[in-house]
């Protein structure tokens, strides 16, 4: 059974994770184990995903067996969060990653192979707006925390929904974990994070201020793949997709024991995480038209803050039904 490692988003850290990642690509990106399980039947699918409640459908999965018992040999592999994730299958370190909508957007403009194959769960709930002790009105900040996509885009939708000019706040960003002790020590007013962090933060002095759907703000979380990859594996990605599914509805049913299993995986508190759960949708489907009129948005969003310089592809990036013709 595995157990994730958790890391502190160090310099340090992100550089020894780019130059692993970095190596790995000279390997082949986007490749299977060639040697497979310990019985050679099985090719070997690691999927790369951070740390929280938003993973309890693969914690579950892992902790009952379920890829096993579907005759699949998959390892969950912990990164960094954000980004990583993605690169982690541009490198070929990982054949799936799962990341929200906006993180991975920007990762298939830099990296066109990359596919969604399809969402397996969404929320309005999950990211909550913390403000810090003495800031009673939106009008009254004047700087705010934030981490890379979801993060950055939501804060903006904050501030515009509040109608202040996100240019006239400063916006620090930072890891998660960094975040709370910002606001703990002054040098932020806010910020929108996911638990555990939105506790931290309320333990910190701060005060929950509203969800992310409170300003029209959704985000979707996608399994990811390399595009080479997929076309020698549809059958075995399909396969994990459908583990993945199942594991979503057990969460649906009992997030009890589904906050069990991310205990004893991830080691992350039961009652956080119960609660956690109850906020977000694990609802697996296909990518639609909406999807991509969402992906269009954020996207926007990205170019106007010169975060990007493009657009991806989206009818070859987004695959559009692919999850009810291989993994329903």
Known sequence: MFRLHRTGGRPAAALLTLLTLLLATACGAGTTDSAGSAGGTSPTVRIALGVDAAYAPLYLAAERGMFEKAGLDVR?????????????????????????????????????????????????????????????????????????????????????????????????????????????????????????????????????????????????????????????NEELAGKVFKVIAQADRLVTKDPHAAALAAHEQAQLPVAGTEQAIGEISFTPRALTSADVASSRKIVDFLRAQKLIKSAPDYDTVLLRGWYDRHAR
């Open 76 to 232: 969950l592999t912990k990164v960094e969060g954000g980004p990583a994730a993605a690169q982690a299958v541009t490198a070929g370190t990982a054949q799936i990653s799962v990341n929200a909508d906006s993180t991975a957007l920007p990762q298939m403009v830099s990296n066109p192979r990359l596919r969604a194959l399809g969402v397996f769960q969404s929320s309005d709930r999950y990211l909550k707006v913390v403000l810090r002790k003495g800031i009673t009105s939106p009008r009254q900040i004047k700087t705010m925390g934030s981490i890379q996509g979801i993060g950055l885009y939501a804060t903006h939708e904050y501030l515009r929904h509040h109608g202040i000019d996100p240019d006239s706040v400063q916006i620090q960003q930072s890891s998660p974990q960094e975040i709370p002790t910002m606001l703990q020590r002054g040098d932020i007013d806010g910020y929108i994070l996911f638990d555990p962090w939105v506790t931290k933060g309320v333990e910190a002095g701060g005060r929950i201020a509203g969800s992310i759907g409170d300003f029209g703000v959704t985000f979707r979380q996608w399994l990811l793949t390399d595009a080479t990859w997929l076309k020698d």
